[in-house]
């Protein structure tokens, strides 16, 4: 284990924790003490007659007193040396493996709803990014979407199943924006790629290539060591450009707009380092190939450079010969003493002080305690504890990495409320469901399970099979307003009293209230059962998933207040 670290190179020589040397002060203050003692056993040996000496002051032999403060000082000392760190040696960092991320960039432009692919570009795109996943890259896989502004749609993850279940959804509708802005799409490709420092591959599904195509995939490639693998998804003979309403699209001079296979562009981008354009096949070997190429390229060894402190810490070398002179110099009254210096020694790798005496999770606990969840999650080892402290701080994705590593029911409960938190309702079903399969009898994730059944299929209880006729004494009295004049119960001179009457008569006695859609999930992650005599009428969703998507994105939009470019086309 050792063998490297000699010779010492002495040139190299000094301490990583130099600050420990300060404790030499103490050891040698009590090395003075027992010497100085032996010095007053000595006087009083002049006024003490020799044949009382042994019952009075004489214990053990005056060599022996010398040799055990002279242990006590090398023990004492050697400790010491081994908490400040000696070192001469630097560490040969092993390789950092990492796994490489993949990106699927998907045009929702109008023009992919051209038809000289069958049934058209979109949804054959959309066959081959389900045929991609079929091959199983077995790589954590993030779904972006783009048009005149790009979205993430599913970020990255290894569950296949939650991205083809968005794709079904996607239209040139759900958008915010018309246009085909590749460039705004590599640079959300390269932030979600940002989470590991190894290489990733972004896929691109698109119609549109032209100059500007050309030079944002090479500003991509220049800045990174990613892969860029583009699938066109148009032929040489082209098609018209539809619009939403299935007639041709003109541009602003009046023609029609027509879209064809530019295949000067793509030698141009086929030519670029790092970049290789897919022939576009009818049967899966296109993306086969691309799912092969991602397998075989998984895993990435980082090899960081070496930094200053990579040092080869010395100082267990001294702890062994610290502990045998520490035993050898065992003393009656001393020996707390020395399990402490002992206990500090085997501590030496410890940096702080309540690592000493309180476990990792202990330290999150009592952070929890005091709400600080953020900082809690930072010292819990546990991944449900660490997952359960970053959802009440609200790092939903951080929770949501968590909660995956825990294959119980309860993980897969816990995991939905972070989906759902985190605004991914399809996900969030889906890890309810699991709960439920793993064990029928949680009741809890039942509930959420039928909650998101409902709102996911659009449920609405205001249909004409749950509708009832109101008995004639319950019916409201309305009355007629049979003068012009009148203004009594709302206009621009109604009166407040008049205003609150004609109110009155128009709310309906019932015990149905509305209920909003688990805008909260309760601090400690448990979820109560709802109260079955209740009736909640929800809000109706529509069963479309591309209106959630749709209304995710015009959120965003306002939010960061998202712009598309200018110049950019409404194809």
Known sequence: MFNDLFPIVWQDFHFLRPQFLWLLLPVIL?????????????????????????YVITKGNEKVKIWMNMLLLTGFSLGVFALAGPTWKRIQQPGQELETPVVILLDLSQ???????????????????????????????????????AHTIVPLTRDYDIITSHIDGLKPSVMPFPGSDLSAA????????????????????????DDGSFDAVQKFTQNNNNKVRIVPMNTVSGSEVLSSRNTPLKDKDGHIVFSSLNENELSKLAALDRVEVSQLTLDDSDVEIIANEIKANLKF???????????????????????FFLL???????????????????????????????????????????????????????PMRKGVAFFKAGKYEDAIREFKTDT?????????????????????????????????????????????????????????????????EQQAKN?????????????????????????????????????????????????????????????????????????????????????????????
Not at 30 to 54: C, D, E
Not at 310 to 316: M, V
Request: aromatic content about 10%.
């Open 111 to 149: 023009s992919m709803m051209a038809e000289d692919l069958q049934p058209n570009r979109l949804e054959r795109a959309k066959f081959k990014i389900n045929d991609l996943f079929k091959h199983n890259p077995r790589a954590r896989v993030a779904l972006i979407g783009f048009a005149g502004t």
């Open 408 to 472: 119980s029911a309860m993980g897969s409960y816990n995991l939905g409320l972070a989906y759902f938190e985190n605004g991914d309702t399809l996900a969030a079903k889906m890890a309810f469901d699991q709960a439920v399969e793993k064990d029928p009898g949680f009741d809890h994730a039942r509930s959420n399970q039928q909650l998101l059944q409902r709102i996911t299929a659009g449920e609405d209880k205001m249909s004409v099979e749950n509708a009832h006729e109101v008995p004639p």
């Open 186 to 209: 590599l640079v959300m490709a390269d932030s979600v790629m940002k989470v590991t420092t190894a290489p990733g591959t972004v896929v691109v599904f698109t119609d549109d290539f």
């Open 30 to 54: 009590v090395a003075l003490i027992g010497f100085l003692s032996m010095r007053s056993v000595v006087k009083w040996k002049k006024v003490i007659s020799p044949h009382l000496r042994p």
């Open 328 to 382: 050898l110099w065992f003393r009656k009254g001393w020996v707390l003493y020395s399990l402490f210096f002992l206990m500090l020694t085997s501590c030496s790798n410890s940096t702080r002080f309540e690592d000493l005496w309180y476990t990792k999770d202990y330290q999150g606990q009592r952070l929890s305690n005091k709400n600080d969840f953020a900082e809690a999650a930072e010292h819990y080892q546990n």
């Open 479 to 571: 009355r007629q307003n049979k003068s012009m004049e009148d203004l009594s119960g709302g206009g621009q001179e109604a009166t407040k009293k008049d205003m609150e009457k004609s109110r009155l008569e128009e709310t309906a006695e019932s015990d149905i209230h509305k209920g909003k859609e688990l805008d909260e999930v309760p601090d400690d992650i448990e979820v109560t059962k709802p109260d079955q005599n209740s009736k909640i009428l929800m809000r109706k969703v529509d069963d479309d998933p591309s209106l959630f998507l749709k209304k995710k994105f015009a959120y965003q939009v306002k939010k960061y207040q998202i712009k598309p470019r200018e110049d950019e086309n409404s194809w």
């Open 301 to 323: 060894v980082d090899k960081p450079e070496e930094k200053k402190d990579d040092w080869r810490d010395a100082g267990l070398l001294l702890v062994i010969p610290s502990a």
